[in-house]
């Protein structure tokens, strides 16, 4: 026995439980088939107390399987399931298909060779053990809801399966597995499948709040609880929802996101719990305050769900949910319960048993529970319905019988599913509706549905249904722009649903059979029905008077046709597939357009051109009514093509009709449409608006051109190829309103100029469409071409217009219905591809033999394209010497169908035209005549030579264009008049002459009768020469012209020296001087330089130094005594160099910056773009910009690339981003006082020894001066007083190392210098440390010396890591802010107070000082804690004035490499090498057998001594010459750091070595240069006893003893890494695969994130983008990121959004942007949002790129150009990231 605990104090009851007896129970209501009953009787007691106690969630779980599910399991099988079910498993054969099921964001993998459709996919596992891996392959990232598709023959050509699902090949269809299993299971599971089932769905789809149904009311009183429960809905946002719940149930912001969390993930949450007032109460508020919102609902204003509900109602629908995941984890133990549980769900139970269940009396119940789950979807919420589906896939769709089944039934209630889908509130993809896919793209499973199912009509009958409310007064789809409800946008899915049942159409005869072709026209008249209601939507009239008032609305059908077109095109397929088929649709469609045009039949009129009448449509297109949507002419074009290949044309007898059109009504509508569309270009509908032009540009546009444009040309073609051609061409002037064009007497004046135009215009239009119709056969059916040479022609002609990328050319290609462009197997026959560069794209180049194939008229070029086109051919040409022509390409043979087309060449109207346009070229003036007409003649008559020469070839004689061309005064004698004519003054025009007079002479050549070549070969040589003369002459004149401009340019340079000779002789001294002193590429002395000591070269000081103002442009010499200059900068803390990722600053008021920890966790980072500004020019300036800003009204305050409340602005000149700016200081050594000092002669431990007594005498003790201030435990002493403590030789000399010159009339700093001194030092304290202005913080002066002890730091490090010499590599811009830092952390001093300096200097030195002050021990670092090169920074700028007297003006307190630095920076680098020499840690892998050395043997000595004082006993000793490398790498960065900081400060310039990127002596080098001993062991052995025993105090502090010991923190170890972002994968899948297994930290269930994003510094994913994860952060919410930055990059984060493989940059709260990532394609571009799906791979340059841009601390300025440039970023919420 064993007793559930009390879970709520409200439950007094104590149940006891004894599994047998249960068992026992369940039995014997097996046994009488009433084992529902039995389930409730356990259920109503035990529901309530494990899911009604508010347990968390793994004691709930662990209660549920002991009490629950463990029974209901080991009744089933009966014994241990364990064991049964292995028994089973052993019996199965695994299903053939993989069936993993994908989570959201999952990788998932289409072989675009192999797969039948886009929809089937690989998981990572099936793809990396296939053969597809070799293949062409599309990646993506899945939504879920999908499972895989390895295994299914149907989804693949070839090779479905993995190597890990191969041996499931094997299958025994014969055997069912039902048969496989234990009959006494079988019953038991039977009954107890169907008892949870229908528990679970009564329960879940249970509508009473309050009450149970009947059998589970509980035994005894229970709590009255109930809860206010709100529901989920895709209406309202997350910020009403959150803001409501607020005021309604009085929680906090954060528990609010909480709620509306849980609720947008699982559909419902629990907002309130008390009585059942209360939470009626809590109910009515919520209703009525997001009822009250102004613009709550996007769709009527619809209320939020809210119900109160009892305790144990809730209590038994969660456990009714676990029960459907339990249901789904026994179906997957075996096939066997999978397909009982399946056919138990779908087959009917006995009509009584099921009403009774459901508690109603409707004899048209659902059949069977699985039709009751499908019917009930959208009563569901969220996560129910999602636990639902992913049982459906783990069972019906994982069971080929069964899924037969359940695809029957689905359709069957396909229409009742897509009616209720369409008033849900509910995203499709939790939608059952949504399993469609997994269902019609099963090719045989499809075609039995429409055979068995009507598939297609159902689904096109549902659609129509949904457009009845969309319909006008004349039975047309009309769209309302305001109309906001989504109905009509979900009912548009169905569309989706037609084209993948029709995905696989019938190949093969025998697939065809009766009741197939006969559901396929029922779907094939359906489908006409939807196309009638679309003839002719959104018609439009020509607005004459004034503009449009409103524009249309045009989008709703334009979206409508995008959905349309792979439906038409696989409709068109099926049809090509089956005679009969076609027959019959052609039909139909025939008789659909009759009706059609029933309404629209209008007046014929005769119309006369050249002597030839015909009779055509009266329709005047400018003023009448016209419509772009015409699809069902172009159904019919469509299948038009087709009739061809079964021998029929439009006049055979199997397609007439009583009610059909003849082909002149069929050529209206595209005709009018084209029209329409030429008027537009003429100018001629102007006041229409935007709306018909964004008309135009989409019926152009590649998206909907396929089925729009292309159709229309191809129905004018169908009749072109139908009527009399002269017919054709009347019908066309006609429409065009060009009859009287046409006629020669409208070149005589008169008329209105602005009509004349237009008709010119016009006429350029008509002929380019005649040019298209003739010339446009690359489409199978009308010429003689394949599909692949209609692919090649597109990609030729774009790459025409230039070079294009891969994906640039994609997108100007159509797609298939499986969204394949076809490129690929072409592309490389006709184009080449250049490789990438490092971060360009590969562009393609088309191979010159496809020159030939350009058409300047091709049709699917836009104006621009075209114009683009022509100017690079023609400009190619003329490179190459060739004639400017552009003339036609020989077009392929027309289909015989189609072969009529080309008498319109040789008609009688056609040549009138000819002549006609030739006249008026040949004219003196001419009113309607244009140089483009002129152009299209020629081109026309081009091809119509072309025509003949084929004509001449097949010995075709009813085409005869020559004779009619050579007749006297024809066409060829026009021709020959125009050689030479002054109104053809376009060399293209005369080249395209010219050309057309050869090709008249090739084509003469070709007819056996007699004719005069000779006089067209000298017609055409005479037009060569002229042109070719005309050329030359042009060419010689040019470059005539260009020798004179020269000399003239050239005497005038030479007059202008002659007149300036002083100038220019002065101008190589005068470079010398005004360039930068931070130069480092000046001359050096012979001797080799040395920077500190006695021993110091002499500083390389250059003349006065002059820079411009940016400003003003005013020249002025840099000093300290005038106007001050300033360069611009940007201050930022950093954590780029940080060695404890992730440690915070936390107490910013009481942090003491002095003692620099050596895991360097923050710094001050400081930035400039080199731009120099008089400091009260900047200021004006900068007064300016802030002023600017305040004026703006509060809302558009907000400056989104710089922040004004954070002193941000732009540089004036290069819009750089900036906080400040850095006063300029002359170099130091000019500022150093006349005269030579005299040099001191003072030994190492004698200095140190006055230093001690200093440090040790300045500091009182704590019981001396009752304070709690740390500062006022240092109190330099004066010096008199430390040399009395020494010996008179030693005192005379270390007095002499402080000898101050005392002057008041030395007038130092300027009133804007000192300004600007005190500014700086102030911004970088209150950036750095990110606290408030404080002039008299005595942290201001001590953040000036950090922070450029920092920014040394930082580059180094970056020159180090990029393998870079430390002098020779600094750009200019970087050298000069190092400069000025170091100078500036020079001078601050001058402008701080005295004592302050003097008091951080003592504190600084007592770390390194022993001393016996428990307080300042106290406070005083551990020496491994310190970092060294700050240490040396701050005490080189702070030890000269430790003696000065405060009551008079210091001169050279300022730092010059003095004996005083040289000893500074000995003890420093002691220091260093002890911290080296104790944090050594040995790798025994790397150690060499080399010979040691003496200085190897002594540092070995050395080191053994220091552990051995530290405490500590080494494993193993190192070898001395493994010891001498580690520690001369070790302490190459601080040598490097010191090298910069006093080559600034000295001005000595360094060796040559230094400049050398691969110096191999750069230690020797650097210790020579620093005045340091090259064996660092000299420091430690010759030395005093002073000196030896500071080391010894080091070693033995205690300090030192407990961060050596295992339980401290982490140690800093050298030499110390340099930091980098994270490793990256070099295949993207992986990292798409690994970040689908990360889930939101913050959900119970594990949900996955929506935005997995990783942080590139530390490689931490979060949860970004979400709601659920935002923090609050210095008093607002942000989003994951934006937190993550604050903490792990100081504000700055670099982050990589996986899913939408983007670069994430941040800089702060408010700004951010979006860069490529660094993973490429094989083409050599990236893919952001994973759109095109090719292959990523890492490009180790760009990811180097992104990296720099982070170490550089480039971030914020790189945010800030982004912003400024990119008006998308100004409008996302950055902080949400």
Not at 1438 to 1448: A, E, G, I, M, N
């Amino acid at each position: 026995m064993a007793q559930l605990p009390k879970g709520h104090p409200s439950y007094s009851v104590v149940h006891e439980f004894c599994q047998s007896d249960v068992l026992e129970h369940w039995k014997l209501c097996c046994d009488r088939g009433e084992l529902l009953d039995g389930l409730k009787r356990h259920f109503r007691v035990w529901v309530p107390l494990v899911f009604g106690n508010s347990h968390d969630s793994a004691k709930e779980e662990h209660l549920a399987e002991k009490y629950l599910f463990r029974p209901m399991t080991e009744f089933m099988c009966g014994g241990n399931p364990e064991e049964v079910f292995s028994q089973l498993k052993n019996v199965d054969t695994p299903s053939q298909i993989c069936g993993h099921v994908f989570k959201p964001g999952e990788p998932t993998y289409s072989c675009r060779d192999c797969a039948n459709d886009p929809t089937c996919v690989f998981c990572i596992d099936c793809f990396q053990n296939s053969s597809h891996k070799q293949h062409r392959y599309r990646m993506n990232t899945s939504g879920g809801n999908g499972y895989c598709d390895c295994g299914d023959t149907e989804a693949w050509k070839v090779e479905p399966f993995c190597s890990l699902h191969s041996s499931s090949m094997e299958q025994n269809d014969q055997v069912n597995p039902v048969d496989l299993l234990p009959v006494d299971l079988a019953n038991r599971a039977s009954a107890l499948f169907l008892a949870s089932l229908q528990y679970a769905i009564d329960l879940l789809m249970w509508k009473q709040c309050v009450q149970l149904p009947g059998g589970l009311d509980p035994e005894e009183t229970v709590p009255d609880i109930h809860h206010c429960m709100l529901f989920n809905d895709e209406v309202h946002s997350y910020d009403q929802v959150i803001t409501t719940l607020q005021r309604a149930v009085d929680c906090s912001q954060r528990e609010a996101i909480d709620y509306a969390t849980i609720v947008d993930r699982e559909g419902r949450s629990i907002v309130k719990s008390g009585t059942e007032q209360e939470c009626e109460k809590a109910k009515e508020i919520i209703e009525s305050k997001i009822m009250n919102k102004r613009n709550t609902s996007r769709h009527n204003s619809k209320p939020l769900k809210v119900l109160v509900m009892h305790n144990v109602v809730v209590a038994h629908q969660s456990f009714a949910l676990k029960l459907i995941q339990w249901l789904q984890n026994i179906i997957s133990k075996s096939d066997g319960l999978r397909r009982l549980f399946c056919l138990l769900s779908m087959n009917a139970p006995p009509k009584k048993d099921l009403c009774d269940a459901m508690e109603i009396d409707d004899v048209d119940a659902p059949a069977s529970l699985m039709e009751r789950v499908l019917l009930a979807d959208t009563q569901l919420w969220k996560v129910v319905r999602v636990k639902i589906h992913q049982l459906l896939m783990a069972g019906a769709l994982m069971d080929q019988e069964c899924k037969k089944l359940f695809a029957g039934m689905f359709t069957k209630h396909y229409a009742t599913l897509m009616k209720e889908f369409i008033q849900d509130d509910h995203y499709r993809s939790v939608s059952v509706t949504s399993i469609s896919v997994q269902i019609f793209t099963v090719p045989t499973l499809a075609r039995w549905l429409i055979t068995e199912y009507n598939l297609l009509h159902v689904i096109l009958q549902s659609f129509l249904t949904a457009c009845k409310q969309k319909k006008d007064k004349d039975g047309r789809l009309c769209f309302d722009r305001n109309d906001r409800s989504p109905s009509f946008k979900r009912a548009s899915y169905m569309l989706y649903d037609i084209k993948y049942a029709l995905l696989a159409r019938p190949v093969d005869p025998e697939d065809w059979s009766d009741a197939l072709r006969t559901n396929f026209l029922n779907g094939v008249v359906s489908l006409l029905e939807l196309l009638r209601v679309m003839q002719g939507m959104d018609g439009v009239t020509r607005q004459t008077g004034q503009h449009l008032e409103f524009e249309p609305e045009w989008e709703g059908a334009f979206n409508l046709q995008l959905k349309l077109e792979d439906t038409l095109v696989l409709f068109t397929r099926w049809c090509s597939m089956d005679k009969v088929v076609l027959i019959e649709a052609y039909k139909e469609t025939l008789e659909a357009l009759y009706h059609s045009y029933e309404t629209s039949k209008k007046e014929k009129g005769k119309c006369e051109v050249a002597g030839h009448t015909t009779k055509s449509m009266k329709y005047d297109v400018s003023n009448q009514p016209i419509s772009i949507h015409l699809p069902l002419t172009r159904f019919l074009a469509a299948l038009h093509l087709h009739l061809e290949k079964f021998d029929l044309t439009f006049h055979s007898p199997e397609l007439m009709t009583k009610k059909r059109l003849d082909p002149v009504d069929l050529l209206e509508p595209p005709l009018r449409a084209q029209v329409m569309i030429a008027q537009t270009q003429a100018g001629m509908w102007r006041r229409n608006g935007f709306a018909l032009l964004n008309q135009i540009f989409f019926y152009h546009n590649v998206r909907c051109r396929g089925e729009m444009y292309d159709r229309d040309i191809l129905m004018l073609q169908i009749v072109a190829s139908l009527l009399n051609p002269n017919d054709f061409i009347v019908h066309l002037l006609n429409k065009f309103n060009l009859l009287h064009w046409a006629k020669p007497e409208y070149d005589i004046p008169g008329g209105q100029e602005d009509s004349v135009r237009q008709t010119v215009m016009l006429a350029e239009e008509f002929l380019n469409l005649l040019i298209i119709l003739l010339e446009e056969r690359y489409i199978p059916g009308v010429g003689s071409v394949t599909q692949q040479d209609v692919i090649k022609r597109e990609i030729v002609h774009q790459l025409c217009i230039m070079p294009m990328a891969h994906s640039e050319l994609a997108k100007g290609l159509p797609v298939d219905p499986n969204s394949e462009t076809g490129m690929e197997d072409v592309v490389n026959e006709v184009a080449e591809f250049k490789k990438p560069s490092s971060t360009g794209k590969g562009k393609y180049d088309l191979k010159p033999e496809y020159y030939k194939m350009y058409c300047p008229y091709f049709y699917h070029y836009t104006k621009a394209e075209q114009s683009k086109s022509e100017e690079a051919q023609r400009k190619r040409k003329k490179q190459a010497g060739e004639s400017q022509a552009l003339p036609p390409p020989v077009p392929p043979p027309l289909t015989s169908q189609f072969a009529a087309i080309v008498n319109i060449l040789h008609c009688d109207v056609m040549f009138h035209i000819f002549k006609m346009v030739l006249t008026r070229t040949a004219a003196q003036r001419s009113r309607s005549w244009s140089e483009a007409q002129f152009e299209r003649i020629l081109y026309i008559i081009g091809i119509a030579l072309h025509e003949q020469k084929r004509a001449f070839k097949e010995g075709n004689t009813s085409y005869d264009f020559l004779t009619k061309a050579m007749k006297e005064d024809g066409l060829l004698s026009k021709l020959q008049c125009l050689v030479g004519n002054q109104n053809l003054n376009q060399d293209p025009s005369r080249d395209l002459l010219a050309w057309s007079l050869k090709q008249f002479a090739e084509v003469c050549t070709l007819k056996s009768e007699p004719v005069c070549l000779e006089t067209l070969h000298s017609l055409a040589s005479c037009t060569d020469q002229k042109t070719e003369t005309e050329r030359k002459r042009k060419a010689e004149m040019a470059a005539k012209r260009r020798a004179r401009v020269m000399a003239q340019i050239s005497k005038m340079q030479r007059n202008f020296i002659a007149e300036n000779s002083e100038l220019f002789d002065q101008t190589s001294t005068e470079l010398k001087t005004v360039t930068s002193d931070m130069d480092l590429g000046v001359m050096v002395p012979p001797t080799f330089p040395v920077a500190l000591g006695p021993h110091r070269s002499q500083a390389n000081v250059t003349g006065p130094i002059q820079a411009t103002c940016i400003l003003c442009q005013e020249e002025q010499e840099i000093s300290c005594s005038g106007k001050a200059m300033v360069l611009a900068a940007f201050v930022q803390r950093s954590t780029v160099l940080s060695q404890s990722r992730g440690k915070m600053l936390d107490k910013k008021d009481d942090y003491d910056p002095l003692f620099v920890p050596v895991d360097l966790f923050t710094g001050t980072h400081v930035s400039s773009c080199g731009h120099v500004m008089h400091h009260d020019c900047w200021q004006r300036y900068f007064d300016n910009v802030m002023n600017k800003e305040r004026r703006r009204p509060l809302r558009f305050r907000q400056s989104f690339s710089y922040d004004i409340d954070k002193m941000e602005y732009l540089c004036p000149l290069c819009e750089g981003l900036s906080n400040t700016v850095i006063p300029i200081v002359p170099s130091l050594p000019s500022l150093y006082p006349a005269g030579n000092k005299k040099e001191v002669d003072l030994r190492f431990d004698d200095w140190l020894d006055g230093i001690e007594k200093t440090v040790q005498n300045s500091i009182k003790e704590a019981q001396d001066k009752e304070s709690e201030d740390d500062f006022s435990l240092f109190q330099p002493c004066p010096i008199s007083t430390i040399t009395r403590m020494m010996a008179e030789s030693v005192a005379k000399n270390f007095q002499l190392l402080w000898e101050y010159v005392y002057d008041d009339a030395s007038g130092h700093f300027s009133e804007g210098m000192r300004e600007m001194l005190k500014k700086f030092a102030r911004d970088v304290y209150a950036f750095g440390l990110s606290v408030e202005p404080d002039d008299e913080s005595p942290r201001v002066s001590i953040l000036a010396w950090s922070t450029c002890a920092f920014t040394i730091q930082s580059v180094e490090q970056n020159l180090r890591g990029e393998g870079k010499s430390l002098f020779g590599s600094i750009p200019t811009r970087q050298a000069d802010l190092i400069g000025s830092l170091v100078r500036f952390a020079a001078v601050c001093s001058q402008v701080m107070n005295p004592d302050m300096v003097k008091q951080n200097c003592v504190r600084l030195l007592s770390a390194l000082i022993p001393c016996d002050s428990e307080k300042v021990n106290k406070g005083s670092p551990c020496l491994l804690d310190l970092d060294m090169f700050h240490f040396l920074t701050i005490v080189t700028m702070t030890l000269p004035s430790l003696y000065v007297d405060q009551q008079h003006c210091i001169v050279n307190t300022l730092p010059t490499g003095d004996l005083n630095n040289q000893h500074a920076m000995q003890l420093v680098v002691t220091a260093h090498i002890v911290q080296i020499l104790l944090t050594f840690a040995w790798d025994t892998e790397e150690s060499m057998d080399v010979e040691s050395d003496s200085e190897g043997e002594a540092l070995l000595k050395i080191y053994l001594q220091l552990q051995k004082t530290a405490g500590l006993t080494p494993e193993k000793v190192p070898s001395p010459y493994q010891l001498l490398q580690y520690v001369r790498s070790a302490v190459m960065p601080f040598l490097r750091c010191a090298a910069i900081l006093y080559f600034h400060i000295t001005g000595v310039s360094p060796p040559d070595e230094l400049h050398d990127h691969f110096c191999t002596k750069e230690y020797e080098v650097l210790c020579r240069y620093l005045s340091l001993p090259v064996n660092m062991s000299e420091l430690f052995e010759s030395v005093g006893d002073i000196t030896t025993a500071l080391i010894k105090s080091w070693c033995s502090s205690k300090s030192l003893r407990d961060r050596l010991s295992a339980n401290s923190e982490k140690i800093v170890r050298y030499p110390i890494v340099k930091n980098d972002l994270v490793p990256l994968p070099v295949d993207y899948s992986e990292l798409i695969n690994k970040v689908s297994t990360f889930t939101c930290p913050k959900s119970k269930d594990s949900d996955d994130s929506r935005a997995p994003t990783m942080c590139l510094v530390c490689g931490q994913m979060l949860c970004s983008q979400s709601y659920c994860c935002q923090k609050d952060l210095e008093g607002s919410s942000v989003g994951a990121a934006t937190e993550h930055a604050y903490f792990c990059g100081a504000g700055t984060g670099v982050f990589l959004r996986v899913r939408d493989c983007q670069i994430l940059l941040l800089a702060g709260k408010t700004k951010g942007c979006f860069l490529a990532p660094p993973y490429l394609d094989n083409y050599g571009e990236t893919d952001q949002g994973l759109r095109r799906g090719n292959p990523l791979h890492l490009c180790e340059e760009r990811y180097s790129h992104l990296k720099k841009l982070w170490f550089t601390h480039a971030i914020p300025e790189t945010i800030a150009h982004n912003l400024e440039f990119n008006s998308s970023f100004t409008t996302i919420e950055w902080q949400n990231l």
